[in-house]
């Protein structure tokens, strides 16, 4: 079975410049989810997709926004971006979601200059 | 009081130790306790979890001992080995928020040969 994809794995952007990340979810998962991790705040939780709805959301700024496809697909943007949103950015999914047990992808490394 | 406080920020035992790493929390309405693994380049890997109606949970060399009470929680892990150098994270939530973690601030642990 494969795993969650994340793409693209690395990226390079300038400030103010957007940025879109794609997550393919474990075949069967309904949830996705995403988190921001970096060495200062750990891993944040940003939002989570569940039938193409989002059910929950973190407490990040509107700059942040994500949507879920009919095949569970996941994307998340990133408008406007600013030095502080360089982070590795993780996608997990999971059956229901209503468990702790999510499956992480690898992740995409997202560096703002 | 959404936190949940690690520690050591970091661990360094010997191969055979036994490594004990911490979590506290606050929200009393948190009902699942994970802990995950991550490699370097890796994303987050479900190693073990809890609920707060058991003391303690094994599974194989890792165990959780858990403590309502005090509002406290800890991995141990058995006759650690090289292999088991990762940075280890706690976390928390409430299982019926969908998939929304709190994480500690993770333990970066070394095992020498």
């Known amino acids: 079975k494969a795993g969650v994809t994340q793409t693209p794995r690395y990226l390079i952007k300038t400030r103010g410049q957007q940025v879109t990340l794609s997550c393919s979810p474990i075949?069967?998962?309904?949830?996705v989810s995403w988190y921001q991790q970096t060495p200062g705040q750990g891993l944040q939780f940003l939002f989570e997709?569940?039938?193409?709805?989002?059910?929950n959301k973190g407490n990040f700024p509107g700059r942040f926004s994500g949507r879920q496809f009919s095949n569970s697909r996941s994307e998340m943007n990133v408008s406007t971006l600013e030095l502080g949103d360089s982070a590795l950015y993780l996608c997990?999914?999971?059956?229901?979601?209503?468990?702790?047990?999510?499956?992480f992808g690898e992740g995409s490394r997202l560096t703002v200059l | 009081q959404q936190q949940v406080k690690q520690s050591p920020q970091s661990l360094i035992v010997q191969k055979g130790g036994i490594p004990i790493i911490n979590c506290a929390y606050e929200?009393?309405?948190?009902?699942?306790f994970p802990w995950y693994q991550q490699f370097p380049g890796k994303g987050p890997a479900l190693l073990i979890a809890?609920?707060?109606?058991?003391s303690e949970k094994k599974e194989g060399r890792f165990t959780i001992s858990f403590n309502k009470s005090a509002k406290q929680f800890s991995l141990h892990i058995m006759d650690s080995q090289p292999g088991d150098s990762a940075t280890y994270f706690c976390?928390?939530?409430?299982?019926?928020?969908?998939?929304?973690?709190?994480f500690g601030e993770g333990t970066q642990l070394t095992v020498n040969p």
């Open positions: 997990a999914s999971s059956f229901t979601g209503f468990t702790g047990e999510l499956f």
């Open positions: 075949s069967g998962h309904r949830s």
């Open positions: 997709y569940f039938s193409e709805t989002q059910r």
């Open positions: 929200n009393t309405a948190f009902d699942y």
């Open positions: 809890i609920r707060p109606d058991v």
């Open positions: 976390a928390a939530t409430v299982e019926t928020s969908g998939s929304r973690l709190t």
